[in-house]
């Protein structure tokens, strides 16, 4: 198993694909991968043989949506609330966890040769060492990859992610680096574990549930939701294809309303950036005066996001467990 799967595509698949390349293709796919269980039941296999199958599924869908040009995927890979599962299941579900990222390490020429960059989402300090430390190496390893992004939520929930991003803008204004007014919707998605990633366009739910289970709660306020009945370790290119014109027919309603809240999200900081300069200077508010406002908000979020990104190396490194002056080098870099 690799998590660089190459495979032929049928005369059938490559006519499919050319047809949807004329319309528009999402940037990002977002996949609940829910339904191994049941198709271990239904095979009488163990779960852990149905996760397993789950991971096979997800690298052969990587693959066909490099060849679609969808560059950017993120996938649930196992909520905080799979914790509450059976210790053998989560057992299991971590063992394998802890074979695939090392695999990442073992496969990181082939995955630089098709520019994967591999991320993690959630909280990290929820998992056991290792793990820990795997993930902080796979990260490192194809973090200057840059044709493909591929994000995987682990010890995941959207309510924790906009929990933690929320905590860490309480202690920048602790410390100083933000004022409480700094606080608006671009800072806190700055703080989001996938910041920098562009919203999903597509989100797909398999299995026949139609809910989203806490995953990506701010990011999917604008995506198109695909629920189908067939159980993750089933789906086929012939289900992307579907998910994706069905996103196709969505598209400009979807467009339109992305851009109409992104709009609205621009007009209520400007009201508040206004507010806050009549606080301070009465009627007498110029031009000027807002500028300077709007300008010193903006180096204060960025220098405040800056401090972020080096702490985030600098952990990344401190887990990957090189050593101290070796972090110290790369955290100048
Ligand atoms: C949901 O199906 C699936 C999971 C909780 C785990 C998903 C994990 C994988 C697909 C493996 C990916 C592995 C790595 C290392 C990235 P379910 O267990 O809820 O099945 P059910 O809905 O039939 O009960
Ligand atoms: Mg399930």
Not at 59 to 66: N, T
Not at 210 to 219: G, I, K, N
Not at 321 to 329: A, I
Request: net charge neutral; with cysteine.
């Amino acid at each position: 198993m690799t998590w660089v799967v190459e495979q032929k595509r049928s005369w059938a698949e490559w006519a499919a694909m050319r047809v949807l390349q004329v319309g528009p293709i999402p940037t990002h796919l977002a996949v609940i991968m829910d339904g191994n269980r049941r198709y271990a039941r239904q095979k009488q296999r163990d779960t852990l043989s149905g996760h397993t199958q789950g991971f096979h599924k997800l690298a052969e869908v990587l693959s066909w949506c490099r060849d679609l040009g969808i560059r950017h995927v993120t996938a649930y890979a196992f909520s905080i609330e799979n914790f509450k599962r059976s210790k053998s299941e989560v057992d299991g579900l971590l063992n394998l966890a802890k074979e695939k990222f090392a695999l990442i390490l073992e496969e990181q020429d082939k995955l630089a040769e098709h520019g994967v960059c591999i991320s993690f989402l959630g909280k990290l300090s929820l998992l056991p060492e290792s793990i820990q430390k795997m993930a902080a190496q796979a990260m490192l390893a194809t973090r200057h990859n840059n044709q493909f992004f591929l994000n995987l939520a682990v010890a995941y929930t959207g309510s924790e992610e906009i929990t933690s991003a929320v905590q860490e803008l309480a202690v920048g204004v602790a410390e100083d680096r933000l004022k409480s007014s700094d606080v608006n919707e671009e800072a806190l998605e700055a703080c989001l574990y996938g910041s920098g990633n562009r919203d999903p366009d597509l989100l797909v739910r398999t299995s026949g549930e139609h809910r989203l289970s806490d995953f990506l709660l701010w990011q999917s306020a604008y995506s198109c939701l695909f629920f189908t009945k067939v159980l993750w370790p089933d789906f086929s290119i012939w289900h992307l294809f579907g998910a994706v014109f069905f996103y196709q027919r969505q598209y400009h309603t979807l467009a339109a309303a992305r851009r109409e809240a992104l709009a609205q999200r621009c007009r209520t900081i400007e009201e508040r950036d206004l507010e806050q300069c009549r606080s301070q200077h009465g009627d007498k508010v110029t031009h000027e005066h807002l500028a300077a406002q709007v300008a010193a908000r903006t180096a204060r979020l960025q220098s405040f996001l800056d401090h972020r990104k080096k702490q985030q190396l600098a952990y990344l490194y401190k887990l990957s467990s090189l050593t101290v002056m070796e972090q110290e080098n790369k955290v100048e870099e």
